[in-house]
């Protein structure tokens, strides 16, 4: 079972995606904020993170940075209200930026949960297939060319 940790200082947020994905089968854990949510991550293997970018005591885009300097092999959900929306449209120099600081995928409040867990499952995917890859050039024989230099 797929394990994700929910980080948002607003309840209702976190307790309706907390229920979301539980209803879907996954196991969640849920905090309220940056401090909480790395407590968390510190004591748990997660395989998904869904972090709020604005949250006390986190000003900005830090959240997206520190969780993912915290598990940087961890695929990263950032969401918000504010950072991703322009005045009638996504604001894409926002996205550019919480991508480049770990992001994997980026969602405005509100959303729907079918649109969220699209985007789960994308994010579990493209991770599983990273994860294989990494898995197949650790487990390769060594170079047959480089290994003919050596020898010659």
Not at 15 to 34: M, P
Request: aromatic residues 6%.
């Amino acid at each position: 079972m797929r394990r994700i940790l929910v980080v948002d200082d607003d309840r209702h947020t976190r307790l309706a995606i907390g229920i979301w994905l539980k209803q879907c089968g996954f196991r969640v854990a849920i905090t309220d904020g940056g401090e909480s949510g790395l407590a968390a991550l510190n004591d748990g293997t997660f395989d998904l993170m869904i972090v709020d970018v604005f949250m006390p005591n986190m000003r900005g885009f830090e959240s997206i940075r520190v969780f993912h300097s915290h598990a940087p092999t961890v695929p990263l959900i950032a969401i918000s209200g504010y950072a991703f929306s322009g005045p009638e449209t996504d604001d894409p120099a926002c996205f550019r930026m919480a991508l480049s600081l770990g992001a994997t995928r980026c969602l405005r409040k509100p959303f729907r949960p079918a649109t969220l867990l699209g985007v789960i499952d994308e994010c579990l995917s493209d991770a599983e297939q990273g994860t294989a890859a990494r898995a197949a050039v650790a487990s390769a024989p060594p170079n047959v060319s480089r290994a003919r230099e050596n020898t010659g």
